[in-house]
């Protein structure tokens, strides 16, 4: 078993399949995404999905644009990133607001819960607040069992509510992270 939290490494977490399965019944048909191991599981269902296209980021700001102009081009898109990339996405989140595109933004956390990287402490403690500040919704996810419902929840709310929403998956969910020598 992971300590860090409580899930068996030989098999795989119901949760993390339940939100690709959400994205892809709901017609997600784009999902922009820095690498994340947070995100892992659901990037390569996507890339194996040939309804479905991957879009490779070099910063989430990029991201914010990708969905909206998706949106515009007629498909459903998702974005994909870690607590870290929101800071880059505040001044990009006003397209959302100005223009009212729906959008929906599944975060995985760092900064909170074991943090060995100093440097995501900071962030990771803004991450809610600054999101919240740009008019954008915030569902939050502890554990397992309450992922596939609150993933739901937000999906619905961006896809047929209208609404802006960010899923934020808690730190102690996606396990502690450690830095891996090759």
Known sequence: MNKSNGEDQGELPAWREAIFTILKDGGIRQVAYVPDAGHAHV?????????????VLTTEEEGVATVCGAWLGGERAALLMQSSGVGNCINMFSLISNCRFPFFS??????????FNQWQSPMGKATQAAIELMGITVLRAERPEEVADVVRAGFDAAFEGGEAV???LGQRLI???????K
């Open 43 to 55: 990037i390569r269902r996507v890339h194996s999905d040939p309804a479905m296209r991957g879009i």
């Open 106 to 115: 599944i975060v995985t956390m760092r900064g909170e819960w074991a943090e």
């Open 166 to 168: 960010c899923v934020l």
């Open 175 to 181: 396990g502690k992270k450690k830095w891996e020598v």
